[in-house]
């Protein structure tokens, strides 16, 4: 649930950026409004490795439900200064600081949100589940973005535009604040992972310190290899694809709407059944499988989508999502297995978020800037790349399964009383 609303509330932000761009900039082209948005959301994603450094630090010093309940108070706090802030024809100045401000705590609670979580679900998990538990990672990822997707199309059938872009555009901003509210006291009441308390209790030896993280270069480079094809792939045929289907397909925005809506919700379906897969055959067979359909396909299946029916479009943006499918629905366990309890969060998070931030943050602007020049193609090219990069990690990086050793004597179950029993 926590992960869900943290990325319902980051979501938001740019599924409402058209309502509340005009209240928080000086009135001016629509363009440059929406520049000016599209500005502040560039830099909430920067922040996502600072995030991921400074939580993922605190969660390997401090534990992981420490991390995870101030994760998403900085998410709850972000979405209340959104939604409460008056807009620029009132405050002035003030009215775009709050805003980046709002962000940044933003951006610094989804950079940490990442490794934190993956680490908790990892860790919690029996050997035998642990990949069908991690998978959720990106179950509930996908599902908040269908969230902030619905709540959109509601407020769209129920208000009107003048009334969503003079208040409406605030509700969202406020369920996403209330429901992390809930979750902060869900957090609270969950148990620390028992890997993390069996650690000694002197700190000796610098949990979640980078000089810990250095001595384990080989994982880190790891992390990097096999996240670069991943999030390339995984932000072409997710966000960019709403904007591909517009503005070279031809689509109506209606019909995308309704395409990007079914496709993601049978994306969320398969990710459970990736996850029970790895666990039944490794984590290897399955990156390789996307890395080969990545590296293989990536260029047809866009290249097709150019001039596709509605119905098509669905099929070509479903069987990338299904090729994609073999990258999310297990990677936050693999990394989760690269690294020793000490420094797991910060070792699967910061070389994550600093490689979603320099290729996944960064592939629309690089198809768009593509496209512009007149060389849309080279994009699929530059995706296919990037997948081929990474399917050779996988090919020379050694099977992740089974490495990390559950301590079921001391393991309590999510959620149980600290009994002696239970212990």
């Not at 359909?293 to 299904?322: Q, S, W």
Request: proline share 4%; charged share 15%; hydrophobic share 50%.
């Amino acid at each position: 649930m926590g992960n869900l609303v943290e990325w319902y509330d980051w979501y938001v932000y740019t599924a409402f950026a058209l309502y509340f761009a005009p209240v928080f900039f000086p009135k001016g082209d629509a363009t440059s409004q929406l520049l000016n948005t599209a500005g502040v959301f560039a830099v909430g994603f920067l922040m996502r490795p600072v995030g991921s450094f400074l939580l993922g630090r605190y969660a390997d010093r401090h534990g992981r439900r420490a991390a995870l309940t101030l994760s998403v108070t900085l998410m709850a706090t972000g979405s209340l200064v959104i939604a409460c802030t008056p807009g620029f024809a009132s405050i002035g100045l003030a009215a775009p600081v709050l805003l980046v401000t709002a962000r940044l705590l933003q951006g610094l609670s989804v950079g940490g949100e990442y490794g934190t979580s993956a680490t908790y679900m990892s860790e919690v998990a029996t050997d035998s589940r642990r990949g069908f538990f991690s998978s959720f990672q990106y179950v509930t990822l996908a599902s908040g973005q269908l969230v902030a997707l619905a709540v959109q199309i509601a407020l769209q059938q129920t208000l009107s535009k003048e009334d969503l872009a003079a208040w409406g555009w605030r509700i969202p901003f406020v369920i996403g604040a209330v429901a992390a509210v809930i979750v902060f006291w869900l957090r609270r009441t969950m148990d620390e992972s028992a890997e993390f308390e069996a650690q000694p209790k002197n700190r000796a030896f610098k949990q979640g310190s980078l000089r810990e993280l250095a001595k384990h270069p080989r994982a880190v480079l790891t992390v990097v290899g096999l996240t670069l094809g991943g999030t390339v792939a995984f932000y072409t045929f997710t966000t960019y694809l709403q904007k591909f289907m517009v503005n070279t397909t031809g689509l109506e925005k209606s019909q995308v709407t309704w395409i990007n809506f079914l496709a993601l919700l049978i994306f969320v379906m398969l990710q459970p059944l990736g996850g029970m897969l790895s666990d039944k055959v490794g984590r290897r067979p399955l990156l390789i499988f996307f890395g080969i359909g990545a590296t293989l396909l990536t260029v047809p299946i866009l290249t097709a989508l150019e001039d596709a029916t509605p119905v098509t479009a669905f099929l070509l943006m479903l069987a990338g999502l299904v090729i994609v499918s073999g990258y999310t629905s297990i990677n936050a366990i693999v990394k989760a297995e690269l690294f020793p309890t000490a420094i797991r969060a910060l070792g699967v998070g910061m070389p994550y978020g600093v490689t979603v931030a320099l290729f996944g943050g960064t592939a629309e602007y690089v198809a768009l800037w593509l496209k512009d020049a007149g060389h849309e193609s080279s994009f699929y090219y530059y995706v296919s790349g990037c997948a081929l990069v990474s399917l050779i990690v996988y090919l020379t990086m050694s099977e992740t399964r089974g490495r990390m050793k559950a301590q079921h004597s001391t393991a309590r179950p999510v959620g149980r009383p600290r009994t002696p029993t239970a212990q």
